[in-house]
């Protein structure tokens, strides 16, 4: 029969494990940390077939404009203007452009030339902000749709983020990144779907898909 005296030492036993493995954790981590003093721009890839990519990185700049960096933000494929996340950034016109340059699901627009037109519009603004050492973090959104229908040419594109300013961020959001671009990424996230409310029938609800 389990005695109250047992069941005390047993919990005894159990936290001086847990600290004994949180001392040798925080050794390797510290370790970690101390070893890790480059500072530089990052390239972020939010890719997968799973919701929350370019959710994701909205949160990345909430964080960004949070800590005083001006931002940039274009979209490749969306073309509507209202969205949440974009009411809610608008409100800091100082810190964030913002930028809607598509033209819409390519279901919808079922125009390729249309669809290229509005990418090369699209991307010739980014090299003005990727130009631009005054802007800290540009998120290409939906970007990986660009190569994945041809619309522009990834040589070019990955040459011109190398030459970016040394200390400016960038996130490209989108499905199925192109092993290239993935390669020359610093940080590559790839979202996995387990399940999602609009297999069940379910519309999309602002403030949660839009």
């Given at each position: 029969?389990?005695?109250?005296?047992?069941?005390?030492?047993?919990?005894?036993?159990r936290n001086e494990r847990?600290?004994?493995?949180?001392?040798?954790?925080?050794?390797v981590v510290d370790e970690?940390?101390?070893?890790?003093?480059?500072?530089?721009?990052?390239?972020?890839?939010?890719?997968?077939?799973?919701?929350?990519?370019?959710?994701?990185?909205?949160?990345?700049?909430?964080?960004?404009?949070?800590?005083?960096?001006?931002?940039?933000?274009?979209?490749?494929?969306?073309?509507?203007?209202?969205?949440?996340?974009?009411?809610?950034?608008?409100?800091?016109?100082?810190?964030?452009?913002?930028?809607?340059?598509?033209?819409?699901?390519?279901?919808?627009?079922?125009?390729?030339?249309?669809?290229?037109?509005?990418?090369?519009?699209?991307?010739?603004?980014?090299?003005?902000?990727?130009?631009?050492?005054?802007?800290?973090?540009?998120?290409?959104?939906?970007?990986?749709?660009?190569?994945?229908?041809?619309?522009?040419?990834?040589?070019?594109?990955?040459?011109?983020?190398?030459?970016?300013?040394?200390?400016?961020?960038?996130?490209?959001?989108?499905?199925?990144?192109?092993?290239?671009?993935?390669?020359?990424?610093?940080?590559?996230?790839?979202?996995?779907?387990?399940?999602?409310?609009?297999?069940?029938?379910?519309?999309?609800?602002?403030?949660?898909?839009?």
């Amino acid at each position: 029969m389990t005695t109250d005296n047992n069941i005390n030492n047993d919990e005894t036993g159990r936290n001086e494990r847990h600290q004994q493995r949180m001392v040798r954790k925080k050794d390797v981590v510290d370790e970690k940390i101390a070893a890790a003093q480059t500072e530089k721009g990052l390239l972020l890839i939010h890719t997968g077939n799973g919701k929350g990519k370019s959710s994701s990185a909205f949160g990345v700049l909430a964080r960004a404009v949070g800590h005083g960096l001006n931002c940039a933000v274009i979209q490749f494929v969306k073309s509507r203007s209202d969205s949440g996340e974009e009411a809610f950034f608008r409100q800091f016109p100082a810190q964030v452009s913002w930028q809607v340059m598509g033209e819409g699901f390519t279901w919808e627009t079922q125009d390729r030339e249309r669809d290229k037109r509005a990418a090369i519009a699209a991307w010739e603004e980014v090299c003005k902000k990727l130009a631009d050492p005054k802007i800290g973090l540009v998120i290409l959104d939906e970007f990986t749709y660009a190569f994945k229908f041809g619309w522009l040419d990834l040589e070019p594109v990955i040459a011109t983020l190398a030459r970016r300013p040394p200390m400016q961020h960038v996130i490209i959001t989108g499905r199925a990144a192109p092993p290239e671009l993935v390669a020359v990424a610093d940080t590559v996230t790839e979202m996995g779907m387990v399940k999602h409310a609009f297999q069940q029938g379910i519309k999309a609800m602002p403030g949660i898909e839009h």
